[in-house]
């Protein structure tokens, strides 16, 4: 009975340890700025260029491309083969482009195409910025989120937030996991599990969009590749934690306007099957969650090899779209008066902010709709900009969640879909709102 009772103390203690190294290493990974070579940001920023600088070539082709060349290939080609573009017109247009990213990035390779295509600020841009880094960050940064995801930060982070979801999101605490799911992981799989959860009935239809759009965000690894752009590595913990503290601000003031308030609150079985409340201590509640999921994990190895698969799995989308698109919203955006016209919404809301000292107003509205086509390509277009119209663009692309390369398509796969005109209304209250709030955190923050 004693070596029974001594076997799981040893057990308990190992979970513990689990949960505490492995939680602790995913946060100095991500959240842990320190200097190398002069150049001060986290630790898997400096990991992914080493990586870069000592990949061999396949010839006279970096290994890395080759790689994203191949991501790409795939990625376009399969929704022709499993016939998904069937589904529905969205994703019959969102196909064309997946395969139009293909020789978009043979071009970028390659380094050849129509002249005006080989323009600095398109092929060659969409190619390294954001075929190439965003699918390099997302799968390295992939294997690295196991620390985070697997080991029971997550579910730990989850209890913790867990009392202020009702009254403030209007969600049950359940939606905190897939709301840090979201934003440490993957804003594809926590919309994917938020449908699930819809489909069981343990959402309502509300709160299964309240969900969607107010938490399903880009990934860590994708802020990474924004704030890079933007130059923000160096105040990477400011910009990060100041991102999402504005996007969850705007999510609480959001669920509480149409269309979001007016959605139909029942359950899918007329049912439902509402959670039940959790007493006691929460900070020992939370450990306990933490070390129940570390007990609960799979091998070190089999979690890294399945979080890159998943987030080889999203590059399967980001890639070839992100570079069709993002190759059309760089061309509109530069070449055309398109996002102009489209940002004249914005301009009451920055002119305001010029009263108080926002420079490059205009910039910013017209960057700001970009927003909604690709997430990545308004940063480029404000990277001459000083530090506060650069720093509400990199918000306004993680805050406003819904956008055409991967928020959008990712919706219309699960059961909550949403109106067009309701999305359309939905991105533009989190912009506004996102616009003002990073305003103003921006002026003070940079004055």
Sequence with gaps: MNEITQDANNRNVINYM?????????????????TIKGKNSIPIDHLITYLKSVQPNIGKFPILEIFVLVVAIIGGIIPWVNKSYKRNTLFFVLSV????????????????GPEWLMNPNFIPFIWQQIAVNVTIIVTFGSICLTFIMGYGLLDFTGVIVRPIMRPVYKVPGRAAIN???AFIGSFSVAM??????YKESKYTYREAAIVMTGFSTVSTTFVIVIATTAGFM?????????????????????????PLNKLDNSYIDGIGKPEREVKGNLIRNAINEGVKAAAESKSLVKSMWENLKGGV?????????????????????????????????FLPITYVLKLFGLESYKEVAKASAVVLGEVFVPNKTVETLSDVPRYIIAVVSVSTIIFFTGFIPCLYATSIKLKPWQLLLIWFE???LSIILAGIVGLIYFR
């Design 234 to 258: 160096n105040i990477w913990n400011f910009y990060f934690w100041s991102t999402l503290v504005i996007t969850f601000i705007v999510t609480a003031i959001t669920v509480r306007l149409f």
């Design 18 to 34: 689990k949960f505490i190294f492995f939680s602790l290493f995913g946060v100095i990974l991500f959240f842990t700025p320190i």
């Design 192 to 197: 994917f599990l938020t449908d699930e959860l």
């Design 313 to 345: 799995k999203m590059c399967l989308v980001l890639t070839p779209c992100g570079a069709s698109i993002g190759l059309l919203a760089s061309i509109l955006a530069r070449e055309t008066k398109f996002f102009d016209y489209i940002g004249t919404i």
């Design 97 to 112: 482009f997946r395969i139009l990213g293909i020789p978009l990035c043979f071009m970028g390779i390659l380094g050849r």
């Design 179 to 181: 709301a840090v799911a």
């Design 430 to 432: 989190r912009a506004a």
